[in-house]
């Protein structure tokens, strides 16, 4: 088995918590305490001087609740309008429980021309980086309110791989509503089994994941999630999936325990997010 040790030197990590984790399955409301127990282990890991960013969904799914929409919101200008409410919101939650374990959060909402166009991916990079060094926590969304279509990231998997590049992270943990990558999808097929280490994404690897989502919040499902441990990987950080029922599991990774699915790193000089952007995401 491999050595999980190391990952305790970890200095700047990028966390990303779905909408399914986030909300309460049977009211689709936010999980307060869950939030709650998140921000507590986000503020520790801070406290030991690792840099942190986290990058959180739900925006549309607490903006749906606010307004009242029952259905899940299919068209454009309804996901933005409850992402206008919901994003408010849902900062108004972190800020309050943040600032009560004494940190300092700051909002960094992006869309694909942010990482597209050389300037705004630029002064984004200086923003993040002004942001670690006066020691505050960046939470990060996509700009739903005002991407349509063609600027969509879509989903926060490949954003929070695309911010770890950016900000040259070098561990990337996507908290999911499953243990990790299993070699088919478990709520299909019960006989799926865990991946504890994936060292090559590889063909075989690819074709585990399925593009379903296993929520009524959730977008991606788990493909998205392998597309950003091939941007985190090829940056030069590793990538763990978690379970994120239990947010203490970011303790346990700190630990060096062997939790969720590890995507080991291989640094590609030759990596630019410009191009990746370009030519994966049209
Ligand atoms: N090979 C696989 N291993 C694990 N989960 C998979 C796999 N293929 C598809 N899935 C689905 O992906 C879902 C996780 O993605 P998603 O619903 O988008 O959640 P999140 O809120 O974490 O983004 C799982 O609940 C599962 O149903
Ligand atoms: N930007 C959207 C979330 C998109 C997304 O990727 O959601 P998820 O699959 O729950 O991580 C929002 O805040 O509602």
Do not use: W
């Not at 491999?2 to 990303?16: F, H, M, N, P, S």
């Not at 590889?202 to 392998?226: P, Q, R, W």
């Not at 029922?245 to 990774?253: E, G, M, N, Q």
């Amino acid at each position: 088995m491999e050595a999980r040790d190391y990952l305790k030197q970890k200095k700047r990590i990028v966390v990303k918590i779905g909408s399914a984790a986030l909300h309460h399955e049977a009211t689709g409301r936010l999980n307060l305490g869950k939030v709650e127990r998140l921000v507590r282990e986000l503020c520790d890991i801070r406290n030991q001087g690792v840099d942190v960013c986290l990058v959180s969904s739900g925006a549309i799914a607490v903006g749906r609740k606010v307004i009242g929409i029952e259905e899940r919101p299919d068209n454009i200008s309804t996901k933005q309008a409850c992402a206008a409410v919901g994003q408010a919101r849902l900062m108004m939650t972190y800020q309050k429980m943040f600032s009560e374990y004494h940190q300092t959060a700051g909002q960094i909402l992006m869309t694909k021309g942010t990482m597209q166009d050389n300037v705004s991916r630029k002064n984004a990079q200086n923003t993040f980086e002004e942001l670690f060094r006066l020691g505050i926590i960046p939470i990060v969304n996509e700009n739903d309110t005002i991407s349509t279509y063609e600027m969509q990231f879509g989903d926060n998997d490949t954003l929070s791989a695309l911010v770890a590049s950016l900000v040259g992270a070098d561990l990337l943990i996507l908290l999911s509503d499953i243990d990790g990558l299993f070699t088919d999808d478990p709520h299909k097929n019960p006989d799926a089994e865990l991946i504890r280490v994936v060292d090559r994404l590889d063909e075989k690897i690819s074709s585990m994941a399925k593009g379903t989502t296993g929520s009524d919040v959730g977008t991606g499902g788990m493909e998205t999630k392998l597309t950003a441990a091939r941007i985190a990987t090829l940056s030069g950080a590793d990538m763990i999936i978690a379970n994120g029922k239990d947010v203490s599991i970011l303790h346990d990774i700190f630990q060096g325990e062997f939790v969720g699915t590890l995507f080991l790193e291989h640094r590609d000089e030759d990596f630019y997010i410009a191009d990746f952007i370009e030519k994966s995401l049209e």
